[in-house]
């Protein structure tokens, strides 16, 4: 079964999905069971990479990552609180790189950041999800 069917499996818009983010997705949704609810990888030089969890995420569940990867990679964590037709609270993280002049650097340092924090999520759920 591919990326795709298992991400529609979970309810999750794989043809929505900013393609440079499907790895991190899988992790983070499927493998770590934090539902994720947007996403963007950026698209321009002002905006960065920002992925958002679901109201289901619990603080407890991001604190705990925060509290493996805070001495592994630089990440800025945020809980964002806003009303609409009821109050919405989500967690969700940005990469806190510096930004650049020049938009293929800028996305090469996107992938690279993915990357990097891919492999560590790889061992947060090797090393503390799943000895809880």
Not at 51 to 66: K, T
């Amino acid at each position: 079964m591919g990326y795709r069917e298992v991400f529609l499996e979970h309810g999750i818009p794989y043809d929505d999905i900013d393609k440079e983010l499907i790895d991190l997705l899988e992790i983070l949704n499927i493998e770590l069971e934090l539902k994720t609810e947007f996403c963007c990888f950026g698209h321009d030089l002002e905006e960065g990479l920002k992925v958002g969890f679901s109201e289901s995420v619990q603080d407890e569940d991001i604190m705990r990552m925060v509290h493996y990867l805070e001495d592994k990679i630089d990440i800025d964590f945020k809980k964002w609180v806003r009303s609409a037709d009821r109050i919405w609270i989500n967690w969700y993280f940005e990469d806190p790189g510096d930004r650049f002049d020049n938009i293929e650097e800028f996305n090469q340092y996107k992938l690279k950041y993915i990357e990097n924090l891919i492999e560590h999520l790889k061992n947060y759920s090797l090393e503390v999800v799943w000895k809880v």
